[in-house]
Nanobody, 124 residues
Framework: QVQVAESGGGVVQAGGSLRLSCAVSGSTFSWLVLAWFRQAPGKEREFVAAITGVGLNTDYADAVKGRFTISRDNAKNTVWLQMNTLKPEDTAVYYC?????????????????WGQGTQVTVSS
């Protein structure tokens, strides 16, 4: 059984930075495409960033390009989301997720494994 556990959320002022971490166990980590999604109150869960296991190709939502960076270490079974120049509209619960596929996807339904989420609050 695949387990996903996020950490690193918190409260930060606008313009600040946070680094989210996600540990994945129970699967061959390097085979997984890993991604971050977020969900703000009253809104649907939305794609933030993804990284493939082979080739380490990355994709980002337009809203975070140039500010967020996704990375992974297959030896540590960990994926990170470095968030810089945070804005109040980045406030949401951030979820780590994975899919056993070679290609990334921006669709929630394409991902099989989800963590419980970590709250990120950006104050103005």
């Amino acid at each position: 059984q695949v387990q996903v556990a996020e950490s690193g959320g918190g409260v930060v002022q606008a313009g600040g930075s946070l680094r989210l971490s996600c540990a994945v166990s129970g699967s061959t980590f390097s085979w997984l495409v890993l991604a971050w999604f977020r969900q703000a109150p009253g809104k649907e869960r939305e794609f933030v960033a993804a990284i493939t296991g082979v080739g380490l190709n990355t994709d980002y939502a337009d809203a975070v390009k140039g500010r967020f960076t996704i990375s992974r270490d297959n030896a540590k079974n960990t994926v990170w989301l470095q968030m810089n120049t945070l804005k109040p509209e980045d406030t949401a619960v951030y979820y780590c997720t994975g899919r056993p596929n070679s290609r990334a996807s921006m669709a929630v339904a394409d991902y099989a494994y989800w963590g419980q989420g970590t709250q990120v609050t950006v104050s103005s």
